[in-house]
């Protein structure tokens, strides 16, 4: 069995950081692309950053310039490095990741922005 299990989420003021970690375990061969999404009261789940196996990784607009996504592809971990956070940020994150030609997905983990 393939678990996804993100930490690092809490309440942050608004301009301040927050790193998520993902944490892939279980039977790993191969680790594809993998992704954070988030998903707010109300609103559907969307992509936030997605990241291929080589590191080549794509934002979505709200995020890009503040947000950096990374992997160890050893250690089989996904990080979410968040900067300048606003209120809109707010919401679950998820870890998503392609493992040998399955889709995964973790728990989730809560991001609270104040105002």
């Known amino acids: 069995q393939v678990q996804l299990v993100e930490s690092g989420g809490g309440l942050v003021h608004a301009g301040g950081s927050l790193t998520l970690s993902c944490a892939a375990s279980g039977r790993i061969f191969a680790i594809n692309d993998m992704g954070w999404y988030r998903q707010a009261p109300g609103r559907q789940r969307e992509l936030v950053a997605r990241?291929?196996?080589?590191?080549?990784?794509n934002y979505a607009d709200s995020v890009r310039g503040r947000f950096a996504i990374s992997r160890d592809n050893v250690a089989n971990m996904l990080y979410l490095e968040m900067n300048s956070l606003k209120p809109e940020d707010a919401g679950v994150y998820y870890c998503?990741?392609?493992?040998?030609?399955?889709?995964?997905w973790g728990q989730g983990t809560q991001v609270t922005v104040s105002s």
């Open positions: 998503q990741g392609v493992i040998g030609g399955r889709l995964y």
């Open positions: 990241i291929k196996g080589g590191g080549a990784a």
